[in-house]
């Protein structure tokens, strides 16, 4: 039986990132984007579906896990920054509604179908997890906040079979980063303070989420493990 897995917000950047690394060790894969024109974009691959998905709204958390007859590994990817705007109470609530409760909400949701296999769910942190973000401290508290969440749900789940991890990504280079990338002073600040001087890619996140979902890890659980090419170690 071919294992299957979900991957919210994996229409585009860290998300597809993951979705291909998991097609490559055989998952048929599931990813989700938040509106039609998202999901009509998003590249034909061999094993790859496509949905709507907005994991602020229950019905439609519901609705995507309704439409999964088995589900290996949900990968929650599916988050929002406003950088600059997030001292404004009602930009600060979305962020946290996205990437804090809608994580919490697609764990929730998958749990029963995760537990008949034994399943793992991997989390996105972020280095924001470790160090402040002064432009956006909606997200460093979201992402402090999964964090957490991943090692409570991994103690939690596990007598159900069901292991939870995070990954804590670095600089990569996305859409989202695309104009940090291009900047070259802000760009050479960061590679300058980068051990291995370069830019994350997509993949770099998604091969360590499919190591996270595999039995190679089946002993791993309540861990976020940095991506970053060692940013957060100098």
Known sequence: ???????????????????????????????????????????????????????????????????LDRLDALVNCAGVLFRGHEYDMAVFQKVIDVNLT??????????????????????????????GGPLVPAYTASKGGVAQLTKALGVAWAEEGIRVNAVAPGWIATEVTRGIVEDPVRSAGILGRTPMKRWGEPRDIGDVVAFLCSDAARFMTGTVVPVDGGYASV
């Open 1 to 67: 039986m071919v294992k299957k897995a979900l991957v919210t917000g994996g229409a585009r950047g860290i998300g597809f990132g993951v979705a291909e690394a998991l097609l490559a060790a055989g998952y048929a894969v599931t990813v989700t984007g938040l509106s039609d024109a998202e999901v009509a974009a998003v590249p034909v691959r061999d094993g790859l579906t496509a949905i709507v998905l907005d994991v602020t709204d229950q019905n439609s958390a519901d609705a995507a896990i309704a439409g």
């Open 102 to 131: 809608g994580t919490m909400r697609m764990c929730v949701g998958a749990r029963p179908l995760l537990a008949k296999q034994g399943g793992a769910i991997v989390n996105t942190a972020s280095m924001l997890a470790i160090f």
